[in-house]
Nanobody, 125 residues
């Protein structure tokens, strides 16, 4: 049906930057919204940032990342990006892509919410 592929994670020193990408593939008819979530060791998964695809592209950020992270989209490529600057050790987590999409299933349209496999971001010296 629909798959999400994340990339861009890795090891970075405090104060450094990373750019995450997430691309939706499969029988995607349209994307309503995409977002990044993260889960640190011993903690619950939390919303990092979200962006609308079907309207004006409104965005939402967690307070902990405002001013440091920027979410963006490329509708033509079904892709979402997260530019992460001024990274802190507290940002260390597995980052998961989430998408709310309309997919074609057996010649019918179906609303789906899907998750990527996650990409690890480690901020450490």
């Amino acid at each position: 049906q629909v798959q999400l592929l994340e990339s861009g994670g890795g090891l970075v020193q405090p104060g450094g930057s990373l750019r995450l990408s997430c691309t939706a593939s499969g029988t995607v008819a349209s994307i309503n919204a995409m977002g990044w979530y993260r889960q640190a060791p011993g903690k619950q998964r939390e919303l990092v940032a979200r962006i609308e695809f079907t309207r004006g592209g409104s965005t939402e950020y967690a307070d902990s990342v405002k001013g440091r992270f920027t979410i963006s989209r490329d509708n033509a490529k079904n892709t979402m990006y997260l530019q992460m600057n001024s990274l802190k050790p507290e940002d260390t987590a597995v980052y998961y892509c989430n998408a709310a999409v309309v997919a074609v299933v057996a010649s019918a349209y179906k609303y789906l919410e899907v998750w990527g496999q996650g990409t690890l971001v480690t901020v450490s010296s």
